[in-house]
């Protein structure tokens, strides 16, 4: 139990014989309103695997860029939706720690749960609140489709499973993010740029293109759909912000942080 934070201790203390519950389902299908549309308009099933983000509960992060890239605090896990929820936050802890004390066993049930719901346009993505090397289970699976986004740049370039397709995640807090993603431009990867905006009234509007390292690019809407494996190759889009109120968006306009504003877009040219 050295593996988790005190508190998540205290959480299984209170909790225990539900966190440690293994017969309970890991993934969750078409659980959110951005996957829903991938489901009535691609007819796709997705399922996604939703452990606590960063550290959490983990003494060692599970999202190694959470900190330089500054989306710690804004996580999907913490933030968004559904995810919200105690009753869903207290899901991901029992997902979490199960993952951090069985490993091994959690990869098999893992793959077990994946191939019991297996069927025609089905596709899978375990980082849905983490940034984890699940390579390993992923190739033991070459006919499930597996999708994620990662800001491990290193991660993106060097993938070559046929059935994993990953989107670079950008950042704008810093300089060096910001060159990340450039690096990645120029490899030709796949990127989402997340905004600092919903489209509320006073806020800026989703771009419809945008000049990286001096080229213009058409911007892609990534909040359609959550099936980026059906992207086309070199695909730039963008992610408006999710669970903020308009106030904390228009409070931080002009700084930087990891969503781009109007100012931030402007050092990818």
Not at 98 to 111: I, N
Not at 157 to 172: M, V
Not at 210 to 237: A, H, P, V, W
Request: hydrophobic share 35%.
């Amino acid at each position: 139990m050295e593996l988790i934070t005190s508190e998540a201790l205290q959480t299984l203390e209170s909790y225990k014989s539900y966190i440690m519950n293994y017969n309970l389902p890991l993934l969750g299908f078409n659980s959110s309103q951005k996957i829903l549309k991938g489901f009535k308009e691609k007819k796709y099933t997705t399922g996604i695997l939703y452990l606590q983000p960063a550290d959490s509960v983990s003494r060692k992060t599970l999202c190694p860029f959470a900190t330089v890239a500054d989306c710690k605090d804004d996580c999907l896990g913490k933030k968004s939706g559904r995810l919200a929820m105690n009753k869903s936050q207290l899901a991901m802890t029992r997902r979490t720690i199960q993952y951090l004390t069985d490993p091994d066993g959690f990869k098999e049930r893992l793959r077990a749960e994946i191939l019991k719901n297996k069927k025609d346009n089905y596709c899978i993505r375990l980082n849905g609140t983490s940034d984890i090397d699940w390579s390993d289970l992923i190739a033991s699976l070459p006919d499930v489709q597996f999708y994620d986004y990662s800001k491990i740049l290193k991660r993106v370039e060097r993938n070559k499973l046929n059935n994993y397709h990953l989107t670079y995640s950008a950042s704008f807090v810093s300089n060096k993010m910001v060159n990340e993603t450039k690096k990645a431009f120029n490899l030709g990867l796949n990127i989402a740029l997340p905004l600092n905006t919903k489209e509320a009234k006073g806020e800026f509007k989703r771009p419809a293109s945008i000049i990286i390292n001096g080229e213009r690019r058409k911007l892609n809407n990534f909040d359609t759909t959550d099936l980026r494996f059906l992207d086309k190759n070199g695909s730039i889009g963008t992610l408006l912000r999710k669970g903020s109120s308009i106030k904390q968006r228009l409070s931080e306009m002009t700084r930087p942080s990891f969503f781009g504003n109007i100012n931030t877009l402007g050092l990818l040219a």
